[in-house]
């Protein structure tokens, strides 16, 4: 497929071949297997000396477009689409590590990939490290002989802080690691990993580059080296992802660019109307000035992204009363829809964390995040504030 200059036309125009049939758009390839031309050829597919479709679970002509397309938006040689977004995140670990090894990884994770790293990977024998994500000099602290895998979110979900990934980069390089970035909140449209000096890079595609609530999926994107353990793992293990929703994804991101730029341009008009507001505290946003990390996300980021986290006054009892008074936004536990989203982390997306540990990556208890949609903006300011208004009774 050939590729172009620009993000926005790679976005549209990375198409896999068209049939002769002659189609404008790619059919979904809802097939569970692919027809050899003869046995030569399956025996060479299967031997990995020719490419090809043999089965959906290792490939799909739906998948290969998407991955073809985000590897061309993310700058990176390989990729491999999942089911979900932690079976990617999951996956982007495993295939590296063995009994006895080490991973580092910054203790602001989501709640599901802590679980990864303090429940599942343990039961084979691999121990993890967690660093304060502000603590760059602690990463190195941290790694042991066996350390194979720098882990980190950025920004990180749900405490919106940020990282320097050059510096991890490096470091990385410098103790022959691979460092594993989880680019979901940015997406490729707002950072590049890779470009940055990361070696996998990690999506739940679910959130924005789905970005309408439609399906789940994952991907792990890298080089061809590391995507070919990668897939070796995904193979055999079969977290395969669907062709119907490689196809839908592919779509989506014809669209990533001017979703973002607006999900952005929405996030940082109400994160500065939070800013003014007294019954509110610490509002985060990557690009308001008061972000204590302001300076690192405008050299690493192009945008700041649609997610905002805030308290209100009044601590849990106040932060459950807004959160029942909405009356637009949706409260669910996903983010990165067209529809405006509030989310209770501790009771929710990160309830399986002790007290203890959400109290360490910033999650107190009345701590709401925020996911800024696509609605105008002086609708999603409205029922805020009515929200908080009724909150105060």
């Known amino acids: 497929m050939k590729k172009y200059k620009n993000f926005e036309t790679n976005a549209v125009r990375i198409q896999t071949e068209r049939s002769g049939h002659r189609e404008h758009t790619a059919p979904i390839y809802a097939t569970s297997s692919f027809v050899f031309e003869d046995a030569e050829q399956a025996r060479a597919m299967f031997a990995d000396e020719i490419s090809g479709n043999i089965y959906t679970r290792f490939s ?29 995140m999951f996956i982007s670990m ?97 950072q590049n990993p890779a470009e940055l000096g990361a070696h996998l890079v990690t999506h739940s595609a679910t959130k924005y580059i789905d970005g309408q609530g439609r399906t789940i999926a994952g991907a792990v994107l890298g080089t061809k080296e590391l995507i070919k353990e990668v897939r070796f793992l995904a193979r055999h293990t079969g977290p395969a992802l669907s062709p119907f929703n490689g196809w839908i994804l592919s779509k989506s991101l014809e669209t990533l660019p001017v979703r973002m730029e607006k999900h952005s341009e929405n996030a940082l008009k109400l994160a500065e109307w939070l800013e003014t507001q007294a019954d509110v505290l610490q509002v985060k946003y990557p690009f308001l000035k008061s972000h204590p990390q302001y300076e690192l996300a405008k050299k690493q980021m192009r945008l700041g992204g649609g997610i905002i986290t805030f308290e209100i006054k009044g601590g849990i009892e106040r932060g459950r009363k807004f959160l029942d008074a909405l009356e637009m936004l949706s409260f669910t536990a996903n983010l990165g829809d067209t529809r405006s989203i509030a989310t209770h982390p501790a ?12 109290q360490a990556v910033g999650i107190t208890p009345g701590l709401v995040r925020i996911s800024t949609g696509l609605e105008h903006i002086d609708d999603i300011i409205a029922d805020i504030e009515q929200a908080i208004a009724q909150s105060k009774n």
């Open 60 to 88: 799909n002509p739906n998948n290969d477009e998407f991955i073809e397309k985000l590897c061309a938006l993310e700058g990176t040689e390989d990729g491999m689409a999942m089911a979900s977004g932690m079976a990617a």
């Open 347 to 358: 009771s929710t997306t990160h309830s399986k964390l002790a007290e203890e540990e959400r």
């Open 94 to 190: 495993a295939a590296f590590v063995k009994s006895g090894d080490h991973i580092v990884a910054s203790r602001s994770l989501f709640g599901s990939t802590h679980q990864v790293l303090t429940q599942i990977l343990p039961r084979w024998g691999v121990s993890h490290t967690y660093v304060d994500i502000h603590d760059l000099e602690g990463f190195e602290k941290a790694i042991q002989p066996n350390t194979k895998m720098l882990f980190v979110e950025t920004p990180s979900n749900p405490g919106i802080d940020l990282i320097d990934i050059e510096y991890l980069a490096k470091l990385a390089n410098a103790h022959d690691l691979i460092l594993n970035v989880d680019n979901c909140f940015a997406t490729p449209y707002l």
